[in-house]
Structure formats: structure tokens, C-alpha cells
């Protein structure tokens, strides 16, 4: 994670989204008043997205029960994209 201030992030605008989306790595604005965090729009996605698993029950339940498993060294069988994503 990367800050820097206003002041900086003003002067070069292009400059600091280009770094942020290059490095994949959150930038810091900050002010006196507080600070706002820029992103890669990919990154912001995949926040998005495992915020919503983690609020799915069944979701979350079926992620719990798959990492037991893998830890256990078993292999789930193999479905198709079909059946894996048919709820989506």
C-alpha cells in the first residue's frame, strides 16, 4: 500500500493511477480531512466478488467444506462449468 498526499497525487494524477494499476497495489490520498483509496479496477472486482461469497451462506458453507477437504488431501470429483455455475 502506497500514500501519498494531495498535494502529490494532484500534480500528477496519470501518473499515480498508472502506478496503482501496474502495481496492484492500493494508493492512499490523504488529506487533513481524512484520506480516499484508489484501486485497480480488477482488484476492486475481486473485493466485490469475495465480499459477496463470504455473505452467501451456502457459499461460505460450501468454501468451508472445501478447504477441509483439500486439507484432508481428498479431491473433490470433477463436474462441468454447467453444473459448477449453475446457479449463477
Known sequence: MH???FDTASE???SVILKTIKDKEETIIA????AVVILDE???SN???TLRLLSDKDSLAALI????SRDKGERPEGIGPEEAFKDV
Open 3 to 5: 500514500t501519498i498526499t
Open 12 to 14: 500528477d494524477l496519470k
Open 31 to 34: 488529506t487533513d480531512e481524512g
Open 42 to 44: 480488477r482488484e476492486w
Open 47 to 49: 473485493i466485490k466478488e
Open 65 to 68: 467444506e472445501s478447504h477441509a
